[in-house]
């Protein structure tokens, strides 16, 4: 593990694997960068991948207020650990930060995103425009806990099972440990709809990734974003759920990253 400063004075952690073109990886919402540390493992086979914490979580640093643009910031860091630039790739939430990243003039030579989670009228319902209140609210009531338990069943949309589960799992702590980081997400996704500024500002190659067993409404979502970048394109993963296997997605990146 190596750490860089972001502009701020935030220390942001990362690995790196591998030599050869690099690759930076964004995590996603209620994780941090162990969630695509098998990913990474993969893709050292070809490129130099930097996977890191965001900040807030795992090893990273974090600082009092939250801005998207602290984020953007740590991802200047990382690029610039990685000689400059670097093929850019986030997951769910991360991909929309990795977008608006790159539509804020980031060097990502390329852009890859796995289902970044827009949501079309007449999709499913959007969660409420004061979503990262109610996470922020619970996180300064002490209640952690609700606040992992309202992103999976009010923002993610899981049944009320899987919950119940995830609060009796042995991995459920972990969730209490970032849940203020899920406030940071939910400001990144504003109110879930398709970022047409920002994806209109994007012009490097763009790959939006989607699940062949995904949500309707998610596949809807890619789609209608991928059509309004100047060099997009679209491509499903045969039997991929949103939880994808490394495997598949690292063999969609080698592909598209060359």
């Given at each position: 593990m190596d750490k860089v400063t972001s502009a701020d004075g935030t220390s942001i952690a990362y690995d790196r694997l591998g030599t050869g073109p690099a690759v930076?990886?964004?995590?996603?919402?209620?994780?941090d960068r162990m969630s695509n540390a098998p990913l990474a493992a993969l893709l050292a086979e070809n490129f130099a991948v930097y996977n890191y914490d965001r900040r807030g979580r795992g090893d990273s640093g974090d600082a009092a207020e939250y801005a998207?643009?602290?984020?953007?910031?740590?991802l200047d860091a990382i690029f610039a650990a990685a000689g400059g630039s670097a093929s850019l790739y986030g997951t769910s939430s991360g991909a929309a930060l990795a977008l608006l990243a790159t539509a804020s003039g980031r060097p990502a030579s390329?852009?890859?995103l796995w289902e970044p989670p827009y949501i079309l009228d007449g999709g499913r319902p959007r969660p409420p425009a004061n979503t990262a209140d109610i996470f922020r609210d619970f996180v300064a009531a002490g209640r952690r806990d609700?606040?992992?338990?309202?992103?999976?069943?009010?923002?993610?949309?899981?049944p009320p099972e899987f919950v119940e589960m995830a609060k009796a799992s042995p991995w459920w702590p972990a969730q209490e440990a970032i849940a203020h980081t899920l406030a940071y997400d939910a400001t990144v996704m504003g109110d879930y709809s398709l970022p047409v500024d920002a994806l209109g500002k994007v012009s490097v190659p763009t790959r939006v990734l989607t699940g062949g067993a995904s949500w309707?409404?998610?596949?809807?979502?890619?789609?209608?974003?991928?059509?309004?970048?100047?060099?997009?394109?679209?491509?499903?993963?045969?039997?991929?759920e949103h939880n994808v296997d490394p495997g598949?997605?690292?063999?969609?990146?080698?592909?598209?990253?060359g």
């Open positions: 930076v990886l964004v995590c996603g919402g209620s994780v998207v643009e602290r984020e953007f910031e740590d390329r852009l890859a609700k606040a992992a338990e309202h992103f999976m069943a009010e923002v993610v949309g899981l309707q409404w998610m596949v809807d979502g890619n789609e209608a974003a991928a059509a309004r970048l100047a060099d997009g394109s679209h491509r499903t993963l045969d039997g991929q598949a997605m690292a063999r969609a990146l080698k592909e598209f990253f």
